[in-house]
Every structure is written in C-alpha cells, then in structure tokens.
C-alpha cells in the first residue's frame, strides 16, 4: 500500500530535488547560509509559491487544493525536513487565513481563497506583549462604527506580520471583554491609511532566525464591516476552533525536524568508527538510534490518526489536537537531545565540516515548535479543563464507529473537511480509548502472529487507562491555580492516547501495508511494541519499575530491533517511517 498522503508529498519533494545537491536552489547548503544571514527565505517562498503550494492552504470548497488534511500536514513535513524557517514562514498563510475557513461566510471565505492561492501571505494576530496566550486580556481595541472598527494596540511576536498583506486580528469589540467581547477582523494592510498604522521591528530569535516575527501597531485605523469574521463577539470561538487545524498541523513540523535528525545520526553512526568499529555496533549507540526511531514513528502513528480525526472525528479534535501537540513536539524534542548525544560534537558545528550545520541548526528551530498556537503548558491546561467531559463520556463509553474506523484506516476514504463540524466542548470524549479494551481483545485473538511480550504491554496498557481516567473523575476543577498534578495526569492522558492510537492503527493496516517496502517494521508489531515499550516507561508503571528494580529483562529490549529496518530505509534512500516514502536523491 502506497499512501496517497506520503505519495503526493514525496511528489512535491522531488520537484524540489535533492536538498544535498548545492546546485539546488532549496538545498541544505542554502537554508545554511540563509540562516547564519539572519536573512528571510524570499527566494525559497517564491519557488513554493511557483509550485503552487499555497493553493493547499485553501480549502476545496473554497478553490483550493485542500481535499485532505493528511496532505498538508504531509507537504508541512516535507518542507520542515529541508528547513524549518521556511516551512514556518511560508505555512504560516494557512495560520493567518484559518479563522476564514472555520468562521467566515462563503463569499469572505472565497475571496480570501483567491489572494492565497496567487501567493498573498497572511499572518494570524493573536498575541499582545503584555498579555502573551491570555488571549482574554487583549488590549487591541476595534470601537464599532456605522461602516466599521476603528483598531488600535498593538500585537506583537507575530509571524509574517510585517511581510504579510492581510492579518487576521483578534480584537476587543466589547471594552469589558468576556468570552462574547473578542471578534476577528481580516485587515488588509494594503488599504489602511499608513498613517494609521505602522510595523514593529522583527525580533531576533535563537532559531528561525530568517523568520518574520515583528508585529503591527494601529492608531486608529479605519477598517470596514466587511472585515469582520462571523458574527461580532464570535472571535474567540472561532479562535479556539481553528487552534485545533493548526495544533494538528504543527505536528509536520516536528516530525520533519525529527527526519532530519535522525538521518543525519544514521549516516553518522554507520561511518563514525570507534575503538576499530562502527558506531552502529556499539550498544549504546544502538540503543539511542532506536530510541530515537521509537519516538518518531509514535509521533508519525499519533500525526496520522490526528489528522485523518480532522474529517472522521471533528467533534473530539478538541481532545486530539491538545494531545497531539503536547505530545509529538515533546517526542522530536526528546529525541533531538539523545540524538545529539549520539553525534557529539559534531551537534554544535556550523559551517562544512559536518553537514553543513544542520544539527545546530535543527535543535535551535525546533524548540519554537512545542511553544506557538498553543505552549506545551497551555496544551495539557486545554487537556486538563476538559477532564469533566473525557470523565462523563468514558463512563457512558459512547464511540463514534464510523468515526474511529476512518480515523485509523488508513485506505478509507474520508468525510470532506467541514470546520463547522468543529466543536469547543469534546461531549463524546475520545472513541480510540474508550474502545481500547476492545482493541487488547483483539489483539488477543490474533495469538501466535503476535509476541506475548506485545499483548502483555498492551494489557498493561488498558490497566494503566483505567488508572488514569479514574484519576481525571477524581479531578475537580479550579478556574487559575491547576494543581501540578493535574498536569502530570494530563501528560500521563496524552500518552495514553497515543498508544492507543497506535494499537488502533497497527490493527487496522497490518494487513493492508507492504511489509517487503517498509523493511518488516510492521510485522509481528514490531513497531508498534517498541512504541508501546517507550510510552509505558514514560508512564511510570508498575511492570516497568519492577523489572528495573530487580535487575530483569530488559523492558526496552524490542527497541534494539529497530535498527535493521532504520538503517534498510536508510540504505534504500526512504524516509524513517511508518510508511514507503522514498527521498528526492541525484542518481551519482
């Protein structure tokens, strides 16, 4: 099974051609030197813009190319392997015009669809430098008129903010504010009188440093009724829906900053030698390799089930995309600190002398990604203000069937993207756990096509579940000062849902994917063991403590027979992943 997703990014990919190759113009070599610039990826835009990338940020309904989330969030990993920079500046138009897609009414949302797929870049104004995520205590004022707003404040740390020619805003219309006291505007720079507004320096950053992240100060400026998004007071809803699409597309980014990690160790371990053999022998580097891999491929399994949930599961994304974005970039993140243990040195190096200071330069970009449209901390709160609904709907255990078979069948055609179908409050909690007592079942039943060890972890697994969910019943809520250990049980929830979406997914397309392309990785559940491995050390449980403890098997030695299938992809020029996925390469 080829992927339609994996096979329409690995299509845009090799238009770009082989980033290895200098001669290319988005080569590695070039995202380098861009970067020790500090300069903007003008040129790289503008080729993506040649490509017609922009006309995926646009929904179909609206004249765009956008039919399947899966797509973009695809072609967002394709870009971020090459560089993050560019990825964030250019993916941000999707980040500016979602609140459109998700509020707007036809005509607005038609019009906008035009100028992105012509290349109009759009920025997302939310934050404000006094107030950060409280997105309640924005100051941004728009006073209604007869024929419109009048805005004035200032937002600040705003991508493409002064690059941009449209800016969905988030303003006060109402001065005493409150849930029903925000509204969105999309404001065209372009016929603002400029004296009623002006652009904030872009500040310097650790990584993306080519980003455009400045900001906008209006003083009075004048802007039409026509640039209201929904009705007025909607804007927070709108907001809150559209973090959960964006939430959800941030997982591209990590995993492509992960591809890009992890690639560079394998070549590094396999041609490194010490003490007279290579790295890749050693066991410690072994271990790191794989443990690295291990988070990836569950980060790649949540991304999938997470964006497919997108068209199956609009009214539990609420749940899918606070986990997912907690979850995925503290995995990349995890990884990218073993896998720099692993290459040393070399990790901290600019310029040629190891790959032309990718690693550097991938660890300095990625520690943005866990931080916009939502920190890791504002995402488990998001986890955490939901524990009454996840509690009522697992006592009920209702499941949305069809839902959940869309979500996690990967050969399934999905329901067309419909935001109106987003909803603010998950009712119904989450179908893939509250099914996974079935999923243990089932994996039961397939007996000796599957190692003991794999149904003993995921028994394991649905015991730890319950121990959590009667943990979020037991939690009562406080409106400001959350418990810390509030947070801790939402992070213990976040990866419970990911193993759980990997169960789901493994049953679902073990049969169905071609085990010879993706080097074995999904037989006997190889993948999905070493996952279930990583996660339930994470989780602290009581199986893996003990075997610690008393000296025992090793609960992490599946994780060792990952390096076979890693270095075959490697070998055979494909991405490290779940599924084929062969890299843009100059023949020699």
């Known amino acids: 099974m080829r992927h339609p997703a994996y096979v329409a990014a690995a299509r845009f990919d090799h238009l770009l051609g082989d980033p290895r190759d200098t001669g290319r113009l988005f080569s590695h070599a070039r995202c380098a030197t861009l970067d020790e610039r500090e300069e903007f990826p003008l040129e790289l835009c503008r080729e993506l813009d040649l490509l017609g990338l922009p006309s995926h940020y646009v929904p179909a309904a609206h004249g765009g190319a956008l039919d399947n989330f899966e797509d973009l969030v695809q072609l967002v990993r394709a870009l971020a392997r090459r560089d993050l920079t560019t990825a964030i500046a250019h993916g941000k138009t999707f980040l500016g015009a979602v609140s459109v897609w998700v509020g707007g009414d036809p ?86 009188d400029p004296a009623q507004f002006r652009t904030l320096p872009a500040v310097r ?221 998950p009712r119904r909690g989450s179908s893939l756990l509250q099914t996974l007592p079935a999923a243990v079942d089932e994996l039961r039943t397939l007996g000796d096509a599957v190692p003991a060890t794999l149904v003993e972890r995921a028994a394991e697994l649905e015991a730890v579940v319950g121990d959590v969910v009667a943990g979020i019943g ?19 929830y976040a990866r419970c849902f990911a193993a759980a979406a990997a169960l789901h997914l493994w049953l679902r397309n073990r049969s169905a994917v071609d085990q010879q392309a993706t080097h074995g990785l999904w037989e006997s559940g190889l993948w999905l063991e070493a996952c279930l491995a990583r996660l339930l050390r994470s989780l602290r449980t009581p199986r893996t403590a003990r075997l610690v403890a008393d000296g025992g098997r090793d609960p992490d030695e599946v994780l060792d027979r990952l390096v076979e299938p890693l270095v075959a992809q490697h070998s055979a020029g494909h991405l490290p992943s779940l599924l084929a996925y062969p890299l843009p390469r100059t023949r020699a």
């Not at 100051?139 to 800016?167: C, F, M």
């Not at 009522?392 to 869309?406: I, N, T, Y």
């Not at 009562?476 to 418990?483: D, L, N």
């Open 107 to 192: 005509r607005q949302a038609r019009a906008l669809g035009a100028e992105v797929t012509q290349g109009t870049a759009v920025s997302w104004a939310l934050t404000e430098q006094q107030h950060g995520s409280d997105l309640l205590a924005g100051d941004v004022l728009a006073e209604p008129r007869d024929d419109g707003y009048v805005l004035s404040g200032e937002k600040w740390l705003i991508n493409n903010a002064t690059r941009g020619d449209l800016l969905c805003v988030l303003a006060r219309t109402s001065p005493e504010g409150g849930a029903r006291g925000f509204s969105v505007l999309l404001v065209d720079k372009r016929r603002l």
């Open 205 to 425: 950053l650790h990584g993306i440093r080519g980003a455009d992240i400045s900001g906008v100060a209006f003083s009075g400026a004048a802007v039409p009724s026509t640039a209201l998004v929904g009705a007025q007071g909607d804007g927070l809803e709108i907001v809150v829906k559209s973090l959960q699409l964006t939430r959800t597309l941030c997982a591209g980014l990590s995993l492509g900053a992960a591809d890009q990690a992890l690639e560079m160790a394998t070549a590094y371990a396999l041609t490194r030698h010490n003490h007279g053999r290579p790295l890749i022998e050693l066991p410690q580097s072994r271990r790191l390799l794989a443990q690295s891999y291990a988070d990836l491929l569950t980060a790649e399994a949540l991304t999938l089930v997470s964006a497919r949930a997108v068209h199956a599961l609009p009214g539990e994304l609420a749940i899918v995309s606070a986990a997912t974005k907690y979850l995925v970039p503290t995995l990349v993140q995890q990884a990218l600190g073993a896998l720099s243990r692993l290459v040393g040195t070399r990790s901290l190096l600019l310029g040629d002398t190891f790959e032309h200071g990718r690693f550097q330069k991938v660890l300095r970009d990625h520690g943005i990604v866990g931080i916009f449209d939502g920190s890791t901390v504002i995402n488990l709160h998001t986890l955490v203000n939901h524990f009454p609904a996840i509690a009522r709907a697992h006592r009920r255990g209702f499941v949305d069937e069809p839902g959940l078979h869309g979500a996690t069948t990967l050969g399934e055609a999905l329901p067309a993207l419909d935001p109106r179908r987003l909803e603010l409050v």
């Open 474 to 492: 037991r939690h009562r809520p406080t409106p400001v000062a959350v418990p810390a250990a509030s947070f801790t049980l939402a992070e213990d």
